[in-house]
């Protein structure tokens, strides 16, 4: 029954070292978005696409990326974790986005050593 | 620019007690509102949202909130607590003329006492 599904649920990767986090959704909706949440913090939107139109937000740092080769799937990848990229990152779908509820996967917790 | 602004980081109420959760927003255009609720470990989840028309929402696991203008408010209220509604809330803003961005508010972690 899973519709927006991130792997893996943990990831560990070290200071510096790419790290690339996956979705995937079953949802067939248009509009796929990260997110990224500290401790105790908002969700903080970093890009989402609406279908294959790219739009990144603008203090999202330019060490974060994402890829969306098709509809079902999307990945963020971070090209030299640091410290404080320590977080959860929420992965979530709208059919089309503004109005429209939007869906989250469980997150994946990334911890830089 | 929208913002929302959740007043009380932590909430405790008893269980059998009334929930009141609040929420303020800022909006130059007529807002649509949401809450979202987040368990441990888990992603969020729509709880209720507010687009036009009636101004008191109702939504899952008996929760609801009202959508004031006057007081840019949308409170998130629930009659009973049960210890299942332990979470953390999110009250959240988009601007509803297609823009595909939510902003969120910092959350109200929700404990109940037994």
């Known amino acids: 029954d899973a519709m927006v599904i991130q792997n893996p649920r943990y990831q560990v990767t070290q200071f510096g070292k790419p790290v690339t986090l996956s979705c995937s959704q079953t949802l067939n909706h248009n509009v796929m978005y990260w997110y990224q949440q500290k401790s105790s913090q908002a969700p903080k939107l970093l890009f989402h696409y609406y279908d ?5 937000e603008a203090d999202t740092p330019d060490n974060f990326q994402s890829r969306r080769p098709n509809t079902s799937f999307c990945f963020l990848d971070i090209r030299s974790p640091g410290l ?16 429209e509820k939007l869906f989250f996967g469980s997150g994946t917790q990334l911890s830089v050593l | 620019a929208q913002s929302v602004t959740q007043l009380g980081s932590h909430v405790s109420v008893s269980e059998g007690a009334l929930v009141l959760l609040r929420c303020n927003y800022s909006s130059s255009v007529p807002p649509y509102l949401f809450w979202y609720v987040q368990y441990p470990n888990q992603g969020l989840q729509l709880l209720l949202k507010y687009t036009t028309g009636a101004t008191l929402v109702k939504g899952i696991n008996g929760f609801e909130a009202e959508f004031k203008k006057s007081e840019t408010s949308f409170h998130l209220t629930k009659p009973s607590a049960h210890m299942s509604d332990a979470a953390e809330y999110f009250c959240a ?17 929700l404990t109940i006492i037994p």
């Open chain 1, 52 to 56: 294959k139109d790219f739009n990144n």
């Open chain 2, 93 to 109: 803003v988009s601007d509803g003329f297609g823009n595909e961005k939510l902003t969120f508010g910092t959350g109200t972690r």
């Open chain 1, 84 to 99: 404080g990229d320590a977080a959860m990152y929420l992965c979530a779908t709208s059919r089309k986005g503004g109005n």
